[in-house]
């Protein structure tokens, strides 16, 4: 009997894991719109929109540089693009967003997630790698091209990693997964949605092959297929679905809220640079005109809170990103990305705050 609640209780805890990681990826397109959908699921979060500008001088940041005495980098890198990012982490380690190119790249929990290890290569925390994509590639394709050559992803110890859904200001998707040692990259032609969840393409793919609208025999009725597990699902039928509007955007906020409206939602129509988001403690929707922002060198790092409570198009509330608020969000976002309770108070983590205002203090103003 204490085997069989201790297996209930495991079953209801992993999934209770599985439920908050879970989240929704998508690309809307056509020949006149190219529209990209995102929702953070997993529990409230603090975090910030950071515009990262072009031809900043960059180094990389492995775990190890964050959380010891070892803050010496090997890599170095200038960047090509700006970029705007979400980041619950602090400045330059952001989950997810979309340089002046049009690319947009975005982490999902992926249980399967291993190491993809280059000897030549160093090593590079996970939202760092993000962040290092937006400033070095223009498409996809570079992405693609570039990964066994770049830095090795870093991920939190103990814990698993993710998989990536990028896209591009032309249309073009792919997602890369880190299984068995090895970058796994599905491209267009191996998908036939642009659309990614928490679980490896092929197998939510196949499962949704079932229903009648992938020729399957099961019926599907859309009201009734509303859990965790059928994310997928819904948004495939809807992508398929959507008959041309003028409102491709509003038509992906619509399945952002379908599929499961999440703690942080965003949607980017890529072809004219608009990109709109909302959290869940200020769920007014909010527009940021990519092609009106200053990524030039010679402009001041900004940032804007994430729960922001301003309205309608937000770029003139940004402001300027000091290394003490920086702080800030390092100290509220680490202990909630770790998902771990005590490293807030650990020695370890007065380490990783001191060693972050040392790698960015030619960056940001104190």
């Given amino acids: 009997m204490k085997n069989l609640l201790l297996r209930s209780f495991l079953v209801v805890l992993m999934s209770s894991y599985i439920n908050a990681s879970a ?11 190219c529209v990209v959908g995102f929702n953070e699921n997993w529990k409230t979060m603090p975090g910030m929109i950071a515009i990262n500008k072009r031809d900043v001088l960059k180094r990389n940041i492995s775990w190890e540089n964050l959380t010891t005495n070892n803050i010496q980098q090997k890599k170095n890198w200038s960047s090509k693009y700006g970029s705007v990012t979400f980041n619950l982490l602090g400045y330059d380690f952001p989950c997810y967003g979309v340089n002046e190119k049009g690319l947009f790249l975005v982490e999902l929990y992926l249980e399967e997630t291993t190491k993809v290890v ?29 990964l066994n050559d770049g830095p090795n992803i870093d991920w939190w110890p103990n814990a698993a990693g993710s998989h990536f859904f ?27 949605m642009p659309l990614l969840c ?6 939510d793919f196949q ?8 020729g399957g025999k099961e019926h599907f009725d859309f009201a009734k297929q509303g859990k965790w597990e059928d994310r997928y699902n ?7 679905n959507y008959q ?3 409102k491709p955007v509003a038509y992906a906020w619509d399945m952002l809220n379908s599929i499961h409206a999440g703690e942080w939602q965003t949607v980017i129509d890529v072809k004219n640079m608009n990109l709109t988001f909302r959290s869940d403690l200020k769920k007014e929707v909010k527009t940021i005109d990519l092609k009106k922002l200053d990524f030039s060198k010679n402009a001041k790092v900004k940032f804007l809170d994430i729960h922001t409570s301003k309205l309608g198009e937000v770029n003139k509330d940004f402001q300027d990103l000091t290394l003490d608020k920086n702080n800030e969000y390092v100290e509220k976002g680490f202990p909630i990305g770790y998902d771990n309770k005590e490293f807030g108070t650990s020695e370890i983590f007065v380490k990783l705050k001191e060693n972050i205002r040392k790698f960015f203090q030619s960056v940001l103003p104190d």
């Fill in 118 to 146: 280059n000897p030549k290569q160093p090593n590079m925390f996970w939202a760092q790698w993000i962040q290092y994509q937006l400033d070095n590639y223009k498409d996809v394709k570079e992405v693609v091209d570039h």
């Fill in 244 to 246: 041309y509007d003028q």
């Fill in 234 to 240: 819904r948004a495939y039928y809807m992508l398929q």
């Fill in 198 to 203: 928490n679980n490896q393409y092929q197998k």
């Fill in 207 to 214: 499962g949704a092959q079932k229903f009648d609208f992938l």
């Fill in 23 to 33: 989240c929704s990826a998508f690309l809307l397109k056509g020949k006149d719109y």
């Fill in 166 to 192: 990028v896209t591009d200001a032309k249309g073009n998707t792919a997602t890369i997964a880190l299984l068995n040692g090895k970058y796994k990259v599905l491209t267009d032609k191996e998908m036939p």
